[in-house]
């Protein structure tokens, strides 16, 4: 009788540990999706008055907004939207990778070309 009742709590001992294993295993599973979605980055762009820009979110975050076109004077926006996206997407590739989200004017011209005024 008491090998049975031994074996019984071997069992429960057994379920019980599979069942904590599945439970940690799914919450390990949603913690990690949900950080990977809160953390994506990604690119909008947006028309100004003369021109386009970008905007850049980290999650539900706004951490790069940028009307003008960088390392030119004067303030000039994007020509067109597609140059605006791609200079964008060069700056969020940078900011996925923890690099410094700068643009030299080297990476801009090879973007826009020349369209830069």
């Not at 074996?7 to 990977?36: E, Y």
């Amino acid at each position: 009788m008491m090998n049975i009742m031994s074996s019984i709590n071997q069992k429960r001992l057994l379920w019980a540990i599979i069942s904590l294993i599945i439970v940690i295993a799914c919450i390990f599973v949603f913690n990690n999706t949900k950080s990977a979605s809160s953390n994506s980055v990604s690119v909008e762009t947006y028309k100004v008055k003369q021109g386009w820009g970008y905007l850049i979110r980290k999650g539900q975050k706004k951490i790069i907004d940028q009307p003008y076109m960088p390392c030119i004077a004067g303030n000039l926006p994007f020509p067109d939207e597609v140059s605006a996206k791609n200079t964008g997407e060069l700056v969020a590739s940078k900011v996925s990778k923890d690099e410094l989200p700068t643009i030299t004017h080297d990476e801009l011209v090879k973007i826009i070309g020349n369209r830069i005024k």
